[in-house]
């Protein structure tokens, strides 16, 4: 199966990495040539237009920040749907709205084609080793197809049924990580305030029924002092806007994400869009007078995990 991946930022050039260290044969496409030359020399080919990159490919897979850029990639003269074709299928692995992918989903079906929409969940780290866990919405029997590629760039693998499911699934989850990580905010202002030593803190909210998934990798990054979890305030925001949307189609007012979400607009404007998400907890740093700064902690996450073939779960 020849592989067509468009999109090689954060989270994008790590799957397509994994491909490649795996021996698929893939083509590439980004803006940012730097990034399409380094993949180059790591043997992948580069397609000029998305166009040509779907016409040389049986699987093409995008990974874009936005729904907009996405519809722009799949839609414009040069773009995926004009170079689709019988049996050709399109994976979209970007955080998008159920909606959209549905919508660009039924134009790739008129042109004979078929579509899922498989977004990630595990941070960036994970997705570097193939490890990260892979959501995928869409007909039963073309997921079954694609498994194989699915194993290489993720472990945990779930069907969630139609196509859109998935998409719905990973909104839900993104917002869940966003609200534990403005409640870690509050957690170690209040640990620092009352003078408890912050690595034993670490270990027993880890050990804990308060522990989560965002204390275990984001903590960490805070309590070194850079930040870097390579995810930014914008997309954050972005997931957050897809959320509450949805919520509003299905008639059911919410009350804590607005409230969180206004909390993450607050913490953009101090630090600016492209800050690492995780300065959100910087608010509360600078509000008091704090600094959650703790040793041992390293500056950036690593996937310390073998990396394994990855399972349907």
Known sequence: MKIGFIGLGNVGGKLASSLLRNKFELTVRDLDKNLTNEFQNKGAKIANTAKKLTEQNDLIITCLPSPEICAEVMESNDGVINGLSKNKIWLEMSTTDETEVKRLGKLVLDKEAAALDAPVSGG???????????????????????????????????????????????????YLASVHLAAL?????????????????????????????????????????????????????????????????????LEISPFVLDIFKDAQKKYGSRAWSSMVVKRLEDKFGLDFRASGFPDELTDNEKEEKGYEI
């Open 124 to 174: 960036c780290h994970r997705a570097a080793t193939g490890n990260i866990a892979i959501f995928v919405g869409g007909e039963r029997k073309i997921f079954d197809q694609i498994l194989p590629v699915l194993t290489t760039m993720g472990r945990k693998i779930l069907h969630t049924g139609e196509l859109g499911t998935a998409s719905i699934l990973k909104v839900i989850t993104n």
């Open 185 to 253: 905010g509050e957690a170690w202002t209040v640990a620092k305030k009352s003078k408890l030593d912050l690595n034993k803190t670490f270990k027993g909210i880890a050990v804990s029924s308060g522990n989560s998934f965002v204390h275990e990798t984001e903590s960490q990054v805070i309590l070194n002092g850079s930040y870097n979890i390579n995810f930014t305030m914008d997309l954050v925001q972005k997931d957050m806007n897809l959320f509450n949307e949805l919520s509003k189609k299905l008639n059911t007012p």
